[in-house]
């Protein structure tokens, strides 16, 4: 497929995979893994695909080269889920040569057993590769997410190679319902979260180039409106929420601590708030992360457990705290029968964090919701919907 004069996509759908990176589920609307071949003088094939489709990536290949033969792999991201294929390829054109950081070919000495030391381009910020037609200048994205990234951007045709930045969730041959914005921000707290400081190096670095089109390695090429996603990268990166919101995750055993805390969604719905609301322990953790990022303000309601708080509340809070949740309002529901404590623990966690403010007012359920319940509920939602 072409994706414009003189770059064609030779990447692969996987509907058969259930968890990305072992554990985001994808099962009702798969995993793309990109390729692309940019075709000049010379021929420069962007990354490989998963282990399970190297075969289907081979055949694509054959069918974009049309008989020529590659003169360079370049690998921008060494994650297994985009370097399977390097082995194979190299053994089947012997003349081509790698092109990858420094950092990527320890890699592949760790996953190929060579580094492939006489067949190797060491490439790094500012190193222009000449196709004759094409030009790569690539750019380092060290940390977005792993070490060894390098972006690459091809100025003839303004197309920036993005690695599993600008990546989305879902094959490619299936419309998604939500659009992108959704399975992107799913995608991106999740696995590049964390790294919000690198994606804006890496952004500032952009702006400096004329950009048309994205291709990042997984999820659709970005062709159009192209300020929409580098404005939601911004403000992902930045820690910035996206919405005004209040996303409200429970974690309840017997029911009364869910109760209320969707009696608080109500009370905050009827005051005119946007809300989500999650069960951690049956819904899509992931997505649960993602909306935290997304609005600015979070409820977490947890029963207290053996002195303690539910474990996947404290799941909960340990993957925000890895992911850099930072810059939030946060209010605090719990509940107990004779000594509720999941408050106070849940504040000491939240304190730890930068720039969370955590309401002083809490909701306090001791066995049964009662009139005073019902009044600390409302009162809270009065607080967050100021
Ligand atoms: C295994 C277990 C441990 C608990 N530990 C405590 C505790 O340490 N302190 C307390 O006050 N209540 C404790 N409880 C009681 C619950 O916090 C209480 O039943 C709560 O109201 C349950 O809310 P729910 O209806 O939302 O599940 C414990 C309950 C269970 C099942």
Redesign the pocket.
């Known amino acids: 497929m072409q994706i414009t004069e003189g770059i064609s996509y030779v990447g692969v759908n996987d509907h058969n995979i259930d968890l990305f990176e072992g554990q985001y589920d994808v099962r009702q609307n798969g995993m793309s893994y990109n390729s692309y071949v940019v075709l000049g003088q010379k021929i420069a094939v962007m990354d490989t695909v998963d282990g399970h489709f190297v075969e289907e990536w081979l055949g694509n290949l054959d069918a974009a080269l049309a008989g020529r033969t590659p003169d360079y792999l370049v690998v921008h991201h060494m994650e297994p889920d985009h370097s399977a294929g390097i082995a194979a390829f190299m053994e089947r054109y012997p003349a081509a040569q790698v092109v990858a950081s420094a950092p990527a070919f320890k890699m592949m000495k760790a996953y190929f057993g060579t580094d492939f030391a006489d067949r190797r381009v060491i490439a790094k910020e500012g190193f222009e590769l000449d196709l004759g037609g094409h030009e790569l200048t690539f750019v380092g994205a060290a940390n977005v997410h792993w070490p060894e990234v390098l972006f690459s951007y091809e100025s003839t045709t303004k197309t920036l190679f993005s690695a599993d930045g600008f990546g989305k969730f879902g094959a490619l041959d299936v419309e998604d319902p939500e659009g992108w914005a959704c399975e992107a921000r799913r995608y991106y707290f999740g696995i590049v979260g964390k790294f919000g400081r690198n994606v804006q190096a890496v952004l500032k670095k952009a702006a400096g180039l004329d950009i048309a089109r994205i291709c990042p390695l997984h999820g659709p090429v970005l062709d159009q409106n192209l300020g929409y996603y580098l404005d939601l990268y911004n403000t992902w990166s930045s820690y910035e929420p996206e919405d005004k919101g209040v996303t409200v995750a429970y974690a309840?055993?017997?029911?009364?601590?869910?109760q209320a805390a969707l009696e608080l969604a109500g009370a905050l719905e009827a005051r005119g708030q946007k809300v989500s609301v999650f069960d951690l322990a049956r819904d899509d953790m992931a997505e649960a992360v993602e909306d935290a990022f997304r609005y600015d303000r979070l409820v977490l309601a947890s029963?207290?457990?053996?002195?303690g708080i539910f474990p996947c509340m404290g799941t909960f809070i340990r993957t925000l705290a890895e992911h850099a949740y930072q810059n939030r309002t946060v209010a605090l529901v719990e509940?107990?029968?004779?000594?509720?404590?999941a408050a106070k623990v849940m504040r000491a966690q939240l304190e730890e964090m930068k720039d969370v403010a955590v309401l002083e007012q809490v909701v306090t359920?001791r066995?049964a919701l009662d009139d005073a319940t019902h009044a600390q509920i409302a009162a809270l939602a009065d607080e967050l919907s100021k």
């Open positions: 309840s055993v017997y029911g009364n601590t869910r029963v207290t457990y053996n002195g509940s107990g029968t004779w000594a509720p404590t359920v066995g």
